[in-house]
């Protein structure tokens, strides 16, 4: 199913351009339009699912496949030492379009910390 108002729908139906990387089936990876890191690509699935507390095993094929081809994505990209995954979930964890995604971000210089320590 599809959102007609959903940023990342409009991207899966060929309505907004992407710089594609992957296009498959079940999901479709494209560079993220503002990196945070030399290599930052966002990984979506095609159906329209709003986050991960929405997803259920009806779509373990297509969460599946996310991170299944992220590791290939993330080299072929300049990602060879090393890359992170991040979905963010919701108003708390900053979630700015309501369509699940995965971020894969790398590339030659660390990624830094995951998250700031709190003491």
Not at 10 to 25: L, Q, T
Not at 72 to 93: C, H, M
């Amino acid at each position: 199913m599809s959102d007609p108002n959903c940023l990342f729908c409009k991207i899966v139906r060929g309505e907004i351009p992407a710089a594609k990387v992957h296009d498959d089936e079940d999901v479709i990876a494209f560079r993220d339009i503002r990196p945070q890191a030399p290599v930052h690509l966002l990984i979506v699935p095609k159906e329209h699912i709003a986050s991960l507390y929405e997803a259920d095993m009806r779509h373990h094929h297509a969460l599946g496949r996310m991170l299944a081809i992220a590791g290939e994505l993330a080299r072929k990209e300049g990602a060879s030492d090393g890359f992170r995954t991040i979905i963010n979930n919701g108003r708390v964890a900053h979630q700015e379009v309501y369509h699940l995604h995965m971020h894969v971000l790398g590339g030659p210089e660390s990624l830094g910390p995951m998250l700031s320590r709190r003491k």
